[in-house]
């Protein structure tokens, strides 16, 4: 048991210097003190909204403005603000004026263990729910320390230096003890007292030598409106007041004093609700205003469904159909979605499902009409249209790789290489694009060239470079815009494995040459001569189709770089498409 003189420090113990001063302030920064003396010395001190402790004390703080609060329950807190000099001591003396009458029965009895000098706030976070400090409320055998509280359940915060010691909720009934056990995460331990159920009347604070009563008072509140029912543009008047209660607001006015009143002209039926809270809880009061009168109208559509088809990116069927309305003892009118303010008419609407995904379209869309009058009263009507139809993927577009004989394009003959059956594949593909790209605006193309593992990786990098850009050109030719064609070089560093290149021809057996499949390892380097092609954004790949039974496949799968005279040859569609590349650089 600890002897104790308020405020709360143990006269035993006051020689250890349990009533130091804090240090509220960072070491890094320059520092001056606060000397603050307060009455009634039990008062604590907060800074900066943070609790500190309680009585007069010396604070060093940082240099610079700080709002200094003191509180005391049953008295009237006082802030202010205080300016702190480095080095020098800044004198403040705050003496608090009792405030609130005594506080009737029954109570329960909430105790604490561990941390005295913490601050213990109530159903808040803020100063204003301060109800005292631990070493208010720690002992209850011959002296009395009783944080008395009415029946319920309180949301509890134990807090020092901005620090949360312990919080959670703690009921309390009629006649028990509550004890909770700081050092021990807040164990709650409950046991009769008896005492709390006849307990006259408490006064709000009372402390001797070495005890201290602090009854909480329940909050209360009153809310009245003036006139209940209103004609247009008729103000009424609210009116509330409460006591106890820290923070007090009201739905649509925001916070509002403790006590006051304010005309207010609802533009429909309105609920105001009055919320006060405080440590001893929070309550509720409502009052509703009526608003006299009410807007007619009507919302109508020409049909009840119309169709739409949507291939990729483009639209090709898309019925409209026609929107009526109109109102009366209105002086607004909305229609939305399209936002016409007319207060009767009519529109032609086309619809858009918010579908995106391809499949079957069925949706309702619904058209809203909101009239409003000079009461504020508001009406609204709705009329639905449904949409049938669907969204279909743009038209499928079939990809092949492309490949190059040895070597080719060369540094010297950086246009020649592209032999006729893959200009015959490309011109294919640049249809397909082409056509794709019409319901597919995004659609892009990515060439990607590779070369075999044989040369260096330099040498390798520009070779897969000229292949890549080669086919650009056979495509811009080809009425494909360069902006919708990038190129990428693989250089030799994304290979296709041996197996890969096994299992890609026995997808295609009946085509497979013998002289190919006698050949592992040059058919294997074939196969990385070569130019890969995606389409983004859907990220689909060419399939690596080998062109076989082309004229021009032996010179594309020789390990040998072929002579230029034989690729020019094999190359003979080229020419036309550089004439017309040149005719486009004229």
Same mark, same amino acid.
């Given at each position: ?38 009455? /009634? ?13 309680? @009585? ?8 610079? &403005?700080?709002?200094?609060?003191? #509180?005391? #329950? ?26 609130? &009458? ?16 913490? *601050?213990?706030?109530?159903? @808040? ?5 301060? %109800? ?27 807090? =020092? ?13 009629? $006649? ?67 006591? &106890? ?44 205003? &009526? %608003? ?13 469904? %119309? ?26 009118? =909305?229609?939305?979605?399209?936002? !016409? ?69 060369? =540094?010297?003959?950086?246009?020649? $290489? ?11 593909? *640049?249809?397909?694009?082409?056509? #794709? ?17 044989? $040369? ?11 292949? *890549? ?40 057996? /009946? ?35 080998? /062109? ?14 072929? !002579? ?23």
């Amino acid at each position: 048991m600890q002897m104790r003189h308020l405020p709360f420090c143990s006269l035993v113990l006051s020689a250890l210097s349990l009533c130091a001063a804090p240090v509220f302030a960072q070491s890094s920064v320059e520092t001056g003190r606060l000397k603050i003396h307060v009455e /009634p010395k039990q008062a604590y001190v907060f800074v900066d909204g943070k609790a500190i402790r309680d @009585g007069s004390q010396t604070i060093e703080l940082a240099a610079g &403005d700080h709002k200094v609060g003191v #509180y005391n #329950y049953g008295y009237l807190p006082k802030t202010q603000d205080v300016q702190i000099t480095a080095g020098k001591t800044t004198p403040v003396q705050v003496a608090l004026q009792a405030s609130g &009458d005594k506080v009737p029965g029954p109570f329960a009895d909430i105790e604490f263990k561990g941390h005295p000098r913490a *601050a213990v706030l109530l159903n @808040g976070q803020t100063p204003d729910y301060f %109800v005292g400090h631990v070493d208010e409320f720690d002992w209850n055998w011959i002296w009395h320390q009783r944080l008395l509280v009415k029946p319920g359940t309180y949301n509890v915060t134990i807090t =020092r230096e901005g620090n949360t010691i312990w919080s959670g909720a703690v009921t309390a009934k009629a $006649g028990e003890q509550v004890t909770v056990d700081l050092n021990n995460n807040g164990a709650i331990k409950t046991k009769s007292w008896k005492e709390g159920l006849n307990m006259g009347p408490q006064p709000r604070f009372h402390a001797g030598i070495a005890s201290a009563t602090v009854p909480v008072a329940a909050v209360s509140a009153e809310l009245s409106a003036q006139a209940t029912q209103v004609d247009c543009g008729q103000p009424t008047t609210l009116k509330w007041m409460s006591t &106890d209660a820290a923070d007090t607001s009201i739905s649509n006015l925001g916070d509002v004093p403790k006590d006051g009143d304010r005309a207010v002209s609802p533009m429909r039926n309105t609920t105001y609700v009055l919320t006060a809270k405080g440590p001893g809880g929070e309550v509720t009061r409502s009052v509703t205003v &009526d %608003v006299k009168g009410q807007p007619t109208a009507s919302l109508s559509v020409s049909q009840a469904e %119309v169709h739409y088809h949507k291939i990729g990116d483009k639209v090709v069927e898309q019925d409209t159909a026609v929107l009526h309305w109109s109102a009366s003892n209105a002086n607004s009118v =909305r229609v939305e979605p399209f936002g !016409s303010n007319a207060m009767s008419g009519s529109q032609t609407v086309k619809v858009t499902p918010t579908q995106t995904a391809d499949g079957p379209v069925n949706e309702n869309v619904n058209y809203t009409l909101t009239a409003t009058n000079a009461c504020g009263q508001t009406t609204t009507r709705t009329a639905t249209l449904h949409i049938v139809g669907s969204i279909d993927p743009p038209p499928a577009t079939t990809l092949a790789s492309l490949f190059y004989p040895t070597a080719y394009p060369t =540094r010297r003959h950086p246009k020649v $290489g592209l032999v006729s059956s893959e200009q015959n594949t490309l011109s294919n593909a *640049a249809t397909q694009f082409k056509t #794709y790209s019409i319901y597919d605006d995004k659609a892009t193309l990515v060439i990607v060239g590779h070369a075999d593992v044989r $040369g260096s990786a330099k040498y390798n990098k520009a070779l897969s470079e000229r292949r *890549a850009e080669l086919i650009k050109e056979f495509l811009a030719a080809k009425g494909i815009p360069a902006e919708k064609i990038q190129t990428r070089a693989g250089g030799k560093d994304q290979q296709i494995d041996m197996q890969t290149v096994k299992t890609l021809q026995s997808k295609d057996e /009946p085509k497979r040459a013998e002289w190919m499949a006698k050949h592992e390892k040059v058919t294997w380097l074939a196969y990385n001569r070569r130019a890969d092609i995606v389409l983004e954004p859907s990220g689909t790949t060419s399939e690596r189709i080998y /062109p076989v039974e082309s004229a021009d496949a032996h010179i594309l799968w020789q390990r040998p770089e072929p !002579s230029l005279k034989k690729v020019e040859m094999a190359s003979k569609e080229i020419s036309s498409v550089q004439a017309g590349l040149g005719q486009a650089g004229k």
